[in-house]
């Protein structure tokens, strides 16, 4: 599906690096790859305010739709109008079983402020 007036996202993924303790590779975001996709659907998801004590942080959700395919998981972070915002749960490529319609990836994101 394409937008008339889509947004541009990057989808990051983190890098690895070997750790010191078990010589295993490990996930991690000092560097990161990084790739743009243009003609996403960004709408919010909604906000909350989390009542905790001594904190005043804001939660936020993003509903993103990306084109076919795209190459997202779980472990993935978006950037979305400069937010960073990690990805929630499985992203869904919805497919119609009776045309093959492909309109699109959807990824859920969140980012917490404060």
Request: net charge negative.
């Amino acid at each position: 599906m394409r937008f008339a007036h889509g947004e541009t996202v990057t989808i990051e993924t983190a890098g690895t690096v070997t750790d010191p303790y078990s010589a295993e590779d490990v996930a991690s975001w000092d560097t990161p790859t990084s790739i743009t996709i243009c003609d996403c659907g960004v709408a919010s998801g909604g906000s909350i305010e989390p009542q905790q004590d001594a904190r005043n942080a804001v939660e936020s959700d993003f509903d993103v739709i990306m084109p076919p395919c795209t190459r997202v998981t779980s472990g993935s972070r978006l950037i979305i109008r400069g937010l960073t915002c990690e990805v929630v749960g499985r992203p869904f490529d919805w497919r119609s079983p009776f045309s093959g319609w492909a309109p699109g990836m959807l990824v859920r994101a969140k980012i917490v402020e404060g």
